[in-house]
């Protein structure tokens, strides 16, 4: 560990930035960004991370930036990294992937995503995650909340939910901005959403 760190503190003294595939605390403190497994919960602990809690970004979200890791496509895990406030990562395995038709791992999945991440991380990227609560039952719907008072609800059920006065369709977000904006989510394969600011 303590060659870890120094080679760490090596690469930020020479002006530049890093960051890991797997998060651990005692790297907080020495690089910029992590990716996020799971959402930060138990990641493969087989009882603990049935139950899916940002447990990373509630610790350090205002301290490093998470990412989370899956190809440009429109889903549920995409909605709970979103939420938390992870930020979009496209994974190219090869270059003609990126340039070829379609949604699955090409600069067209990327670019569907653009309009519910670009925003929304603009405004709670740099915050504060505060609290996750799930509304009724766990792994049902829940809230996030950041810092500056922006919140995500989500609906990860196959119903249609009440959440904090809000009607929600199934498999759905809405996403309330801290100066009043919302935007309202689904992914369909790519994303269906009504914009308040339109």
């Not at 959402?39 to 447990?55: D, R, T």
């Not at 995500?152 to 801290?178: C, H, I, W, Y």
């Not at 790519?190 to 600011?197: K, P, T």
Request: with cysteine; aromatic share 14%.
């Amino acid at each position: 560990m303590n060659r870890r760190v120094e080679t760490m503190q090596f690469v930020n003294s020479l002006g530049i930035f890093s960051g890991s595939e797997w998060p651990v605390l005692y790297a907080v403190p020495h690089l910029a960004y992590f990716r996020n497994t799971g959402i930060g919960s138990a990641a493969g602990h087989w009882v603990l991370s049935q139950f899916l809690l940002p447990l990373w970004n509630l610790a350090f979200k205002d301290c490093a930036m998470m990412y989370g890791q899956y190809f440009p496509v429109a889903g549920g895990e995409m909605m709970r990294d979103l939420s938390c406030g992870c930020h979009l990562q496209a994974t190219f395995w090869a270059l003609k992937d990126y340039y070829r038709a379609g949604s699955y791992k090409t600069r067209e999945g990327v670019k569907m995503n653009r309009p519910i991440f670009q925003d929304w991380m603009r405004q709670v990227g740099a915050e504060q995650l505060v609290s996750h609560q799930w509304v009724d039952e766990w792994n049902g719907p829940y809230i996030t909340r950041f810092s500056d008072g922006s919140e995500a609800l989500v609906n990860l059920t196959q119903d249609q939910r009440e959440v904090k006065g809000v009607l929600m369709e199934p498999e759905s977000m809405f996403l309330k901005f801290a100066n009043g904006r919302t935007l309202r989510a689904r992914p369909k394969p790519d994303w269906d959403f009504e914009d308040s600011r339109d």
